[in-house]
């Protein structure tokens, strides 16, 4: 089995601002604007067509925090998609994430597919309500947060030319309205989670965490960068054993009394552990997911 750490969800570089986490502790990923260049037009899901319980649509968070920078009516990309409730579902639905290009190269070599698990996360502050607006919290850091997994069902690494008609239930998803190419591949999950050795972990195949908990937060709290990460001492770097993809270098490691610290790369979207060299990583997801809050499963409003 294969962890893969997965960088979505609106940053600086796509979207301009961080999701982010209410006073409550519930947390949003809020998924990156769609490029014109990159789908075609026929692809139409819009941030205003977003739901999420509790809160106003998307499209009005969405405004709020970018300050109108991105509009209600732009088309967002929704992948991963692994929230049941975020818009209405045709039957035989299931979460799904896409990857091409050179990101889905990576994750070829990597040999990702049955059973592997992504970790999704991305860079989250805090917000308050001021004046009835949503703002970023001036007081509260930005972090690296866990906000969602998938686990790779048995033969459920499709490439897309090949599902175009066969997926009737996926045709909304932007992958799907990519023209056609080799390297554009979909990870359908798996319907329960299942980590062998360890028992039922009570979690669907793939989900958002519902709210925001210490154990979900990759940055380190007493370090000056968000990519500055603290991680388990079982995952430190190991001459014997081929770390973290793309954090081979072991001057991107460093020993803590809390555990290990790692300095991630600012390029990449996925970064590969294989489970079977590290088997102490399975200890660490079993208590992740044991520990984490409870998964959101509203149903599409």
Known sequence: MKLILSRKGSDSSNGGVPSPIFPDGRMLSLPIPEQDEWAEASYR????QLRWPGEPAIGDIIEQLTRDRVSRQRRAHIDPDIFPGSLPRDEGWRPIFGQTDAAQGHLKKQNVGDGDIFLFFGLFRNVETKDSVLRFASSCPQQHVIFGWLQVDKDKVIQVDSCRESMPWAHYHPHMHLTSDLRNTLYIA??????????????????VFDRYSEELCLTASNQDRVSDWLLPARLAHDEKRPPFTYHSNERQWGKTKEGVILHSVGRGQEFVLDCDQYPEARDWLTELFRAAPPTRTAPAS
């Not at 899901?45 to 205003?48: F, L, N």
């Not at 980590?195 to 009570?202: K, N």
């Open 45 to 48: 899901i819009t941030y205003e």
């Open 190 to 207: 798996s319907e329960k989670l299942t980590l062998p050795g360890y028992g039922d972990i009570r979690r669907p195949g793939a989900g």
